[in-house]
């Protein structure tokens, strides 16, 4: 369930920076945060 959560958040996140309401709120860090969060699960595969 937690998985789905993620990536609901994560293709929000996705979709607001790249039509740029995130630059325009100057919320661009919720990118570096999201690949912080995806970082670690990559390198456990």
């Known amino acids: 369930m937690l998985f789905i959560l993620f990536y609901v ?9 790249f ?3 995130l630059a325009r709120y100057n919320a ?6 999201l690949a912080m ?7 456990l595969l």
């Open 9 to 17: 958040v994560a293709i929000t996140i996705l979709i607001l920076y």
């Open 19 to 21: 039509t740029g309401v």
């Open 28 to 33: 661009e860090w919720l990118v570096i945060a």
């Open 37 to 43: 969060t995806v970082f670690p699960a990559v390198l």
